[in-house]
Structures are given as structure tokens and as C-alpha cells.
């Protein structure tokens, strides 16, 4: 039976009860998210989606409407000063406090109200008679809270972090401390403690009660420590999809983004601040409508008395704070309110959280490593998050980027890596400290694509849900799994579902009767009969062909049977027999690169089109020549690199995060483009004074020097490997009745520079160093592969086929073909050309160092 069938929405409902919104889910999709048809958007706790009722009503309000600075006194003034007032009421409301117990100070969002917090907040040095101020803080924190380190610090302030556990053993130990209140001779020392109502990084909701217990010095850390504490609650994760009641926590601080909650407007948030606890705030700088009086020729400045106008420098950003008004009421008319948001998103993330979980390789290995705290049985506990990592069938993680690639390919939108919270990352993932320093010095920053240091994860995978997520995003997520990384048949683990399915799941769910289901062959899940337990786990069927690593010197030679250059980077390949050498690799490769109206490189991701562009270099008559279906051919002079700068127009573009120095081609050049691309472009090429260093990553990062290359200065890749992915893709046709990709179709796709006649797949992995007719190579590393593969060389056409059958090749690791430098030290005038049919000889990496 089909996927959606068996893995039913009946057995949905099972686990949650229906949403209860004012509108049936799927008339609002169609009425408000029309945009997002055919797209799976699973990355809510990064942005939620915006109803396109909200922005309509937002530009109707303010084309009929006059909105002037509120500092101002006229009619258009005064209307933006009450509606931005109104506003203000209105958030408080929703978290059900009011005027007389907090402040709405509006800020650029929550790492800004953040920030706020850490330079007003009244940090004391220690004194021979009174303590110093402790900044405490959860260590399952968002980056931006830890950051208030920095300036507590400064100040004299000792930073403490705290794990989860310390906190809530000290209080299932129920240790007393002294009183919050303990009069006017007690010690007033300010100290502050930071929790996340909810972690961004698992979903984990942390009790709500914490904002007493510390208050109160009850709780660790405030019950070991003299003074005044302060709880400042990190709101971000947990108000996109959970209600927040201020009349039981009282927080004193409360950060929050409204893109979190609304989707649109972005760059806007707020500081909550609990009215009591905004007397004991300092300031130093002071801007605009905060001060009630200054003097410019003398050190004098009173500020204004009200909390939120003397926190908010200059004019706040009022049109977008008026967009929240259309944005509350198109959240209210959708959905009801946050109680119907809660048991809907929640319902959506544990059903996909016991499938996922539970599901298992043919062999019975796990697919996946789940990353959460207990069972995932409660919104009071969980928020709508998923963090994990996939397996293969050998119990190997699969890089987080490699799933990022093949998701992004089914439309797919997810994220992945540590979600700037390293603290949790590190718990999870079991990293130690000395692991991130080494990570870091191995070439791994935070949000890059390294996704595996010596084999373990350096970061994960998480989905979430919002109040528009539905069953059938489910449904596509679990399948792209059983799709792309499941080794066949898939299994589900009956005891692990059974043990999920009957665990408690709160208000949005009831207990269910044991159910044992297993995934079938082609995805679908199925009933099982036999009660008998998994067969014991075996590697048969999972080992890849592969050749044993010779350590030996150069073995016999092999071939060069292709080279390709790609004078302008993402059209098409241009193919000769032979080719000199230049300093930044094969002469003219990717020396020039198409950029949109915007100055931004365009690549076949977003303009496949780019592939039917065909450049061509005639060096006898000095000239780039252009032709494309449709288009006169295009002539573009070389010019010598002396000229370039003083005949062109000079401009800045990046490759790769890395900034270079280009000049414009003309407007001839770029007319053409923009007639054939239907866009306005331009084409620029490499300024002769731009120099460019290898990547860090690779081996050759110290004497590479790169052209608009991605990576490297040359790209090899090996007929053996491309036969063994044809024959993958071939079995995958078989079963959908598709056409196969021919040899060179695939080579085309691939998009390397040097193509050789190789005798095992993949072998090239192991090599270290390569002799190429007469000139030497250094191997730089793997060649990580995206969904460019994908694209059809001749016509633009896109397929999943090349992806999902290099990952099936490659256990979920999305690599193929090394790149490679020239050693060109002491090198002879033979070495500086290549040629078709020249030996290759190779020496392989020493395994044993």
C-alpha cells in the first residue's frame, strides 16, 4: 500500500487531536500560503511563513493611511505615537500582563533586547565588604545569551555557566535558601540568571517555575549565592508555537522576535521588562526622545521616565511595528490563539518523531539519532522541534550537509548545523571542548559545510513545525528519509513505536492501543503479522565496492582521456585535445562569471539557462567568443592583463565568501546576456591584480592560487566511478521506467576539468599526488557535490537521478572527484601544457600515519 495510505492520517489523529483553528487547514493554505505549493518549509524555529492576508492588509493601511515620526506633534504624528501605543497594549496582552506590570521596549529583534540587557543591566565588581555580580546562564543557551559574557565581564561580573541538571537537582532536592526578600540590611548585590524557555537547538521546554525558584534562592545557582537575583527568560524559541503567560512567570527580563512568531515583520522585536526591575537598569548612551533634558556644552542629561522611551534610541521602525497589528489579527482569525497553535504543531512533531525514531535499516540498524530529552510526550515538556542526525546501515552518521544537499533537492527546508548553540551541540553530540578548539583549527566555523571531523558530527539536522505545517509535510519529510537514506527493506522498531505510542502524550493526544507496523520495500508502511523480533543486525548488502589502499609508489600509468576548461564560470564545458597551463590552472578557466542586475554571481542553481551558453577561447585570435540558441555569436577581446584595468570598469564581486576584484566586459556583452537570460547581467572577469589563496580546507590552501574556481585550481574525476554511478542510476530507472543518463551525459554533469580512464571506482579518494604527462599535482581533497549535478548540460532540465545515486553509492556522502594544484617549482617548459593520452601516475595516501 502507498505511504500516505498506511502511514495514515488516521493514525495522525490517533496520536493528536485536530487543530480546532476558526478555518479548515487546507482552505487556509490555499487562501493564504499560495507560495509555498510544492515546497516542504520545516524551518519555523528559524522563520515562520507569513498568511498573505497580513501583508495585504499592512499596504492597504498605510496607502490610505498618513503615518509621520511619532517624536512629532502633528495629526500624522499623534496617529502613529497611538497606534504604535495600541500596539504595545496589544503584545502585553497576548502574554497576558499589562501596562502596570511590564514595559514593551521595541528593538531590532531578540539578540538586540539581549544586548540591551547586558549593557544597562547594573553589574558590580567585587568589594572587600560585598560580593561581585554573577551573570549565570543555562549552557543550553542561544549564542546571543552566552554573548552577555562579554560585557558582564567587563564590568566585574563573574560568568557561571550552569548545566540543565544542576538546576533541576537542586530543586528535586528541594534545598532552601535564604529568601528573596530578606530586608533592607540583606546583600543587594545584582545578579542575573539566563534559561530559555524553550532550547532552539532540541525543543526542550525548561520549567517556567525557574523564574521563582531563583528569584526566591531556592533554586541552584541563586541558593549558594548572597544578593538580589534577576531571571532574564529567552522567549525567542518557544512563542512561535506556545502561549506564554506572564502572570505565573513573572521574568524580569523577556526577549523575543516577532519574525518568530508572525513571519513578517522581520528586523523587529522586544524587551519585555518587568517594571520593578526596570528602575535598577543603567544607561550610558543616550539618542533621541530618551532624554526629559540635556545640556550640549556640559555633562548634564536627565532621562525621560518612561521605561520604554528611554530605552529606544531615536525614532523606532513605526511602519513596521503598525504591520504587527494586521499580523495579531491575521494569527487570531486563522488559528483561534497559541492553544490551538500548541497541540497542532506539537502533534505534527511527535508523530514524525516516532516514525523517525523508530525507524531502521533492512539490517535492523537505527536510521536516525535522535536528540531530545525523555520520551517527547507532552507540549508542557516538548516544543515543535526535531534534532537528530541519520545513519547509514553500518551505524555511520551521514553528514548533516550531505542531507541538507538531497533535502534541498526534493524542496525540502530544514537546517542544519549547531543552531548557535553550541552548548547544547556539544551535550548532544558529546563534542568536548577541546574538540570545537580543534575543529576550528582544522577549518571548521560556525555555519560552514564541514559536517564530519575524523568521523563524528560537528553538528545535526532539525526540522520544525508551525501553526500552517500539515500532515503531508510529514508525510514528504518521512518519505525523502526511506527514499534517500534507508538501505532496503525499511524496518520500524516495534518495541521502540510501541513504547512512543503508548507513553503520555498531554492535551493534544490520548493513549493508543499497541499497533505494530513495518515500512515496505517501496516506502509504504505496512502491517506486520509476525510478533517475532528483528533479525540481529548484518552488514551484508551494505558494503560498497572499493579497492584496498596501496601505499605502494606509483603504480602503472594511466590515462587522461578529457580535458575541460569552463572559461566563464557556469556556462558550458569547452572541450581540447591539449591546453597550456596558466598560474591559477588551465589558462582562462573560469576567468570571467555572469552577475545579475545586483552584482551577485549567478550559478545553474538559480539560472539553469547558463548551461546552454557555449564559450569558446580562440587564442590565434585573442578572443572569448559566446554563442547560445537563438543569439548571434558574441566576441569579447582577451586583452593582456596591462590593459584590462585601464579599458574596463573596475568592480568588487565574491566567490565563495571570498571578495575579488573584477572588470566589467562592456555593454555588449552585457545586452547579449541580458537578452538571452531575459534578466539584466553583466560579465565580468578577474582583475590581472586579483589574487586568490586556496580554500582553507584543502591540503594546498598555502600555495594555490585560484581563479574564480569554487575551491580549487583543477577538478579530476575518474571513468570507473562515473560507470559505477550509471549502473546505480540504471537500477533506479529500471523501477521508475525512466530513460538512462549515458557516460558522457554524466561526465558533462560533473563538471571537472580532467577526466582519466581509471580501473576501480573511487580509488582516487586515496591518492596524495599525481604526475600528468610531465607536470605534478597535489591532491587538495574530495569534491563536495550539490544539486548542480542535477541539472541536464544541454537543455537545463533538472533530475534527482545524479544526487541519489551518488548518495547510494556513497552511503549518504555526497563526494566525487579530488581537486588538485600544480607544483610548480622547477618545473620544465613540457610540464606547462596537457594533452589528451598523456600518463597519469599516482602515489596514494600514507594510511598508516
Same mark, same amino acid.
Given at each position: 500500500?502507498?505511504?500516505?495510505?498506511?502511514?495514515?492520517?488516521?493514525?495522525?489523529?490517533?496520536?493528536?487531536?485536530?487543530?480546532?483553528?476558526?478555518?479548515?487547514?487546507?482552505?487556509?493554505?490555499?487562501?493564504?500560503?499560495?507560495?509555498?505549493?510544492?515546497?516542504?518549509?520545516?524551518?519555523?524555529?528559524?522563520?515562520?511563513?507569513?498568511?498573505?492576508?497580513?501583508?495585504?492588509?499592512?499596504?492597504?493601511?498605510?496607502?490610505?493611511?498618513?503615518?509621520?515620526?511619532?517624536?512629532?506633534?502633528?495629526?500624522?504624528?499623534?496617529?502613529?505615537?497611538?497606534?504604535?501605543?495600541?500596539?504595545?497594549?496589544?503584545?502585553?496582552?497576548?502574554?497576558?500582563?499589562?501596562?502596570?506590570?511590564?514595559?514593551?521596549?521595541?528593538?531590532?529583534?531578540?539578540?538586540?533586547?539581549?544586548?540591551?540587557?547586558?549593557?544597562?543591566?547594573?553589574?558590580?565588581?567585587?568589594?572587600?565588604?560585598?560580593?561581585?555580580?554573577?551573570?549565570?546562564?543555562?549552557?543550553?543557551?542561544?549564542?546571543?545569551?552566552? *554573548?552577555?559574557?562579554?560585557?558582564?565581564?567587563?564590568?566585574?561580573?563573574?560568568?557561571?555557566?550552569?548545566?540543565?541538571?544542576?538546576?533541576?537537582?537542586?530543586? #528535586?532536592?528541594?534545598?532552601?535558601?535564604?529568601?528573596?526578600?530578606?530586608?533592607?540590611?540583606?546583600?543587594?548585590?545584582?545578579?542575573?540568571?539566563?534559561?530559555?524557555?524553550?532550547?532552539?537547538?532540541?525543543?526542550?521546554?525548561?520549567?517556567?517555575?525557574?523564574?521563582?525558584?531563583?528569584?526566591?534562592?531556592?533554586?541552584?545557582?541563586?541558593?549558594?549565592?548572597?544578593?538580589? $537575583?534577576?531571571?532574564?527568560?529567552?522567549?525567542?524559541?518557544?512563542?512561535?508555537?506556545?502561549?506564554?503567560?506572564?502572570?505565573?512567570?513573572?521574568?524580569?527580563?523577556?526577549?523575543?522576535?516577532?519574525? %518568530?512568531?508572525?513571519?513578517?515583520?522581520?528586523?523587529?522585536?522586544?524587551?519585555?521588562?518587568?517594571? +520593578?526591575?526596570?528602575?535598577?537598569?543603567?544607561?550610558?548612551?543616550?539618542?533621541? *526622545?530618551?532624554?526629559?533634558?540635556?545640556?550640549?556644552?556640559?555633562?548634564?542629561?536627565?532621562?525621560?521616565?518612561?521605561?520604554?522611551?528611554?530605552?529606544?534610541?531615536?525614532?523606532?521602525?513605526?511602519?513596521?511595528?503598525?504591520?504587527?497589528?494586521?499580523?495579531?489579527?491575521?494569527?487570531?482569525?486563522?488559528?483561534?490563539?497559541?492553544?490551538?497553535?500548541?497541540?497542532?504543531?506539537?502533534?505534527?512533531?511527535?508523530?514524525?518523531?516516532?516514525?523517525?525514531?523508530?525507524?531502521?535499516?533492512?539490517?535492523?540498524?537505527?536510521?536516525?539519532?535522535?536528540?531530545?530529552?525523555?520520551?517527547?510526550?507532552?507540549?508542557?515538556?516538548?516544543?515543535?522541534?526535531?534534532?537528530?542526525?541519520?545513519?547509514?546501515?553500518?551505524?555511520?552518521?551521514?553528514?548533516?550537509?550531505?542531507?541538507?544537499?538531497?533535502?534541498?533537492?526534493?524542496?525540502?527546508?530544514?537546517?542544519?548545523?549547531?543552531?548557535?548553540?553550541?552548548?547544547?551541540?556539544?551535550?548532544?553530540?558529546?563534542?568536548? /571542548?577541546?574538540?570545537?578548539?580543534?575543529?576550528? %583549527?582544522?577549518?571548521?566555523?560556525?555555519?560552514?559545510?564541514?559536517?564530519?571531523?575524523?568521523?563524528?558530527?560537528? *553538528?545535526?539536522?532539525?526540522?520544525?513545525?508551525?501553526?500552517?505545517?500539515?500532515?503531508?509535510?510529514?508525510?514528504?519529510?518521512?518519505?525523502?528519509?526511506?527514499?534517500?537514506?534507508?538501505?532496503?527493506?525499511?524496518?520500524?522498531?516495534?518495541?521502540?513505536?510501541?513504547?512512543?505510542?503508548?507513553?503520555?502524550?498531554?492535551?493534544?493526544?490520548?493513549?493508543?492501543?499497541?499497533?505494530?507496523?513495518?515500512?515496505?520495500?517501496?516506502?509504504?508502511?505496512?502491517?506486520?503479522?509476525?510478533?517475532?523480533?528483528?533479525?540481529?543486525?548484518?552488514?551484508?548488502?551494505?558494503?560498497?565496492?572499493?579497492?584496498?589502499?596501496?601505499?605502494?609508489?606509483?603504480?602503472?600509468?594511466?590515462?587522461?582521456?578529457?580535458?575541460?576548461?569552463?572559461?566563464?564560470?557556469?556556462?558550458?564545458?569547452?572541450?581540447?585535445?591539449? $591546453?597550456?597551463?596558466?598560474?591559477?590552472?588551465?589558462?582562462?578557466?573560469?576567468? $570571467?562569471?555572469?552577475?545579475?542586475?545586483?552584482?551577485?554571481?549567478?550559478?545553474?542553481? #538559480?539560472?539553469?539557462?547558463?548551461?546552454?551558453?557555449?564559450?569558446?577561447?580562440?587564442?590565434?585570435?585573442?578572443?572569448?567568443?559566446?554563442?547560445?540558441?537563438?543569439?548571434?555569436?558574441?566576441?569579447?577581446?582577451?586583452?593582456?592583463?596591462?590593459?584590462? %584595468?585601464?579599458?574596463?570598469?573596475?568592480?568588487?564581486? %565574491?566567490?565563495?565568501?571570498?571578495?575579488?576584484?573584477?572588470?566589467?566586459?562592456?555593454?555588449?556583452?552585457?545586452?547579449?546576456?541580458?537578452?538571452?537570460?531575459?534578466?539584466?547581467?553583466?560579465?565580468?572577469?578577474?582583475?590581472? /591584480?586579483?589574487?586568490? *589563496?586556496?580554500?582553507?580546507?584543502?591540503?594546498?590552501?598555502?600555495?594555490?592560487?585560484?581563479?574564480?574556481?569554487?575551491?580549487?585550481?583543477?577538478?579530476?574525476?575518474?571513468?570507473?566511478?562515473? /560507470?559505477?554511478?550509471?549502473?546505480?542510476?540504471?537500477?533506479?530507472?529500471?523501477?521508475?521506467?525512466?530513460?538512462?543518463?549515458?557516460?558522457?551525459?554524466?561526465?558533462?554533469?560533473?563538471?571537472?576539468?580532467?577526466?582519466?580512464?581509471?580501473?576501480?571506482?573511487?580509488?582516487?579518494?586515496? $591518492?596524495? +599526488?599525481?604526475?600528468?604527462?610531465?607536470?605534478?599535482?597535489?591532491?587538495?581533497?574530495?569534491?563536495?557535490?550539490? +544539486?548542480?549535478?542535477?541539472?541536464?548540460?544541454?537543455?537545463?532540465?533538472?533530475?534527482?537521478?545524479?544526487?541519489?545515486?551518488?548518495?547510494?553509492?556513497?552511503?549518504?556522502?555526497?563526494?566525487?572527484?579530488?581537486?588538485?594544484?600544480?607544483?610548480?617549482?622547477?618545473?620544465?617548459?613540457?610540464?606547462?601544457?596537457?594533452?589528451?593520452?598523456?600518463?597519469?601516475?599516482?602515489?596514494?595516501?600514507?594510511?598508516?600515519?
Amino acid at each position: 500500500m502507498e505511504f500516505r495510505n498506511l502511514c495514515s492520517l488516521e493514525t495522525f489523529r490517533d496520536i493528536c487531536s485536530p487543530s480546532g483553528y476558526s478555518e479548515n487547514l487546507e482552505d487556509v493554505i490555499k487562501k493564504e500560503f499560495t507560495r509555498i505549493k510544492g515546497v516542504t518549509y520545516l524551518d519555523h524555529a528559524g522563520a515562520t511563513l507569513y498568511p498573505e492576508s497580513a501583508v495585504r492588509e499592512f499596504c492597504l493601511d498605510i496607502s490610505k493611511n498618513v503615518y509621520g515620526n511619532p517624536h512629532s506633534h502633528n495629526p500624522s504624528s499623534t496617529l502613529t505615537h497611538d497606534t504604535v501605543d495600541r500596539v504595545r497594549y496589544r503584545i502585553l496582552q497576548h502574554f497576558n500582563t499589562t501596562p502596570e506590570e511590564y514595559s514593551v521596549i521595541f528593538t531590532s529583534g531578540s539578540t538586540a533586547g539581549l544586548k540591551l540587557v547586558s549593557e544597562a543591566f547594573p553589574w558590580s565588581a567585587p568589594t572587600a565588604t560585598e560580593p561581585g555580580s554573577l551573570f549565570c546562564y543555562l549552557t543550553d543557551n542561544h549564542t546571543s545569551v552566552v *554573548g552577555i559574557r562579554g560585557p558582564a565581564s567587563a564590568q566585574g561580573a563573574l560568568p557561571i555557566p550552569v548545566s540543565p541538571s544542576e538546576v533541576e537537582g537542586r530543586a #528535586r532536592a528541594g534545598v532552601e535558601g535564604v529568601g528573596g526578600h530578606d530586608g533592607p540590611a540583606a546583600c543587594q548585590t545584582p545578579h542575573l540568571f539566563c534559561y530559555p524557555a524553550q532550547s532552539n537547538f532540541s525543543g526542550r521546554k525548561y520549567p517556567l517555575g525557574h523564574v521563582r525558584g531563583i528569584r526566591a534562592r531556592r533554586l541552584y545557582p541563586a541558593c549558594d549565592h548572597r544578593g538580589r $537575583w534577576f531571571v532574564l527568560l529567552d522567549a525567542a524559541a518557544h512563542v512561535g508555537c506556545s502561549p506564554l503567560d506572564l502572570q505565573s512567570c513573572a521574568a524580569d527580563f523577556v526577549p523575543l522576535s516577532f519574525y %518568530k512568531m508572525f513571519g513578517f515583520p522581520t528586523g523587529l522585536g522586544a524587551l519585555l521588562v518587568r517594571n +520593578q526591575a526596570a528602575a535598577r537598569l543603567k544607561k550610558c548612551y543616550f539618542g533621541g *526622545g530618551t532624554a526629559a533634558g540635556y545640556l550640549a556644552g556640559e555633562d548634564y542629561f536627565v532621562p525621560t521616565a518612561n521605561v520604554c522611551d528611554r530605552f529606544e534610541d531615536g525614532s523606532v521602525s513605526f511602519l513596521d511595528i503598525i504591520a504587527l497589528n494586521h499580523s495579531f489579527d491575521a494569527l487570531q482569525r486563522i488559528t483561534g490563539g497559541m492553544d490551538h497553535i500548541q497541540p497542532h504543531a506539537f502533534g505534527l512533531a511527535r508523530y514524525t518523531h516516532m516514525l523517525l525514531s523508530s525507524l531502521c535499516h533492512g539490517n535492523g540498524h537505527p536510521v536516525a539519532q535522535m536528540y531530545t530529552q525523555g520520551q517527547f510526550d507532552s507540549p508542557d515538556t516538548q516544543g515543535a522541534i526535531l534534532n537528530f542526525n541519520l545513519l547509514d546501515c553500518r551505524g555511520h552518521i551521514i553528514g548533516y550537509s550531505q542531507v541538507d544537499k538531497l533535502a534541498s533537492l526534493y524542496n525540502i527546508h530544514l537546517r542544519t548545523g549547531c543552531f548557535c548553540n553550541t552548548g547544547a551541540c556539544q551535550h548532544f553530540l558529546d563534542i568536548t /571542548d577541546q574538540e570545537v578548539k580543534n575543529n576550528l %583549527k582544522a577549518g571548521h566555523v560556525c555555519g560552514d559545510s564541514i559536517d564530519l571531523v575524523d568521523g563524528k558530527p560537528t *553538528g545535526s539536522v532539525r526540522v520544525s513545525f508551525g501553526y500552517m505545517s500539515t500532515f503531508d509535510d510529514c508525510q514528504t519529510f518521512l518519505s525523502f528519509v526511506v527514499d534517500c537514506f534507508v538501505e532496503k527493506p525499511p524496518r520500524v522498531d516495534r518495541v521502540r513505536l510501541g513504547n512512543l505510542r503508548q507513553s503520555k502524550t498531554g492535551p493534544c493526544g490520548n493513549s493508543h492501543q499497541k499497533r505494530s507496523i513495518k515500512l515496505s520495500a517501496n516506502g509504504g508502511i505496512e502491517q506486520e503479522v509476525e510478533t517475532r523480533r528483528p533479525a540481529e543486525p548484518s552488514l551484508e548488502g551494505c558494503v560498497r565496492p572499493s579497492s584496498a589502499v596501496d601505499t605502494t609508489l606509483p603504480k602503472n600509468p594511466y590515462t587522461l582521456t578529457h580535458i575541460y576548461i569552463y572559461p566563464v564560470k557556469s556556462c558550458a564545458a569547452f572541450e581540447v585535445c591539449d $591546453w597550456p597551463l596558466g598560474a591559477s590552472g588551465l589558462l582562462f578557466d573560469r576567468s $570571467w562569471m555572469v552577475v545579475n542586475g545586483h552584482g551577485v554571481c549567478l550559478s545553474q542553481k #538559480r539560472e539553469p539557462r547558463l548551461c546552454q551558453i557555449l564559450p569558446r577561447v580562440e587564442l590565434p585570435l585573442g578572443q572569448l567568443s559566446l554563442s547560445a540558441p537563438g543569439m548571434e555569436n558574441l566576441s569579447v577581446p582577451l586583452k593582456s592583463a596591462a590593459t584590462l %584595468k585601464t579599458s574596463q570598469r573596475v568592480c568588487q564581486s %565574491k566567490v565563495c565568501g571570498d571578495r575579488v576584484e573584477t572588470v566589467d566586459s562592456g555593454d555588449e556583452a552585457a545586452t547579449w546576456l541580458s537578452d538571452f537570460l531575459g534578466q539584466p547581467c553583466r560579465l565580468i572577469r578577474q582583475s590581472p /591584480d586579483s589574487i586568490r *589563496g586556496g580554500q582553507k580546507r584543502l591540503n594546498t590552501a598555502s600555495t594555490a592560487v585560484l581563479s574564480l574556481v569554487n575551491e580549487a585550481q583543477y577538478l579530476l574525476i575518474n571513468q570507473a566511478s562515473v /560507470d559505477l554511478i550509471q549502473e546505480q542510476i540504471r537500477r533506479q530507472e529500471s523501477s521508475e521506467d525512466g530513460q538512462p543518463l549515458e557516460r558522457q551525459d554524466l561526465i558533462s554533469r560533473f563538471r571537472a576539468n580532467l577526466i582519466i580512464a581509471g580501473v576501480e571506482p573511487f580509488e582516487e579518494d586515496s $591518492w596524495s +599526488q599525481l604526475i600528468i604527462g610531465n607536470a605534478q599535482f597535489l591532491v587538495g581533497g574530495r569534491c563536495g557535490r550539490c +544539486q548542480m549535478i542535477c541539472v541536464d548540460q544541454d537543455t537545463g532540465a533538472k533530475s534527482k537521478a545524479p544526487l541519489l545515486a551518488l548518495s547510494a553509492c556513497r552511503s549518504g556522502k555526497l563526494t566525487f572527484g579530488v581537486y588538485l594544484s600544480r607544483q610548480v617549482q622547477g618545473d620544465s617548459p613540457s610540464a606547462r601544457t596537457l594533452s589528451v593520452g598523456s600518463a597519469v601516475l599516482h602515489r596514494t595516501l600514507d594510511l598508516s600515519l
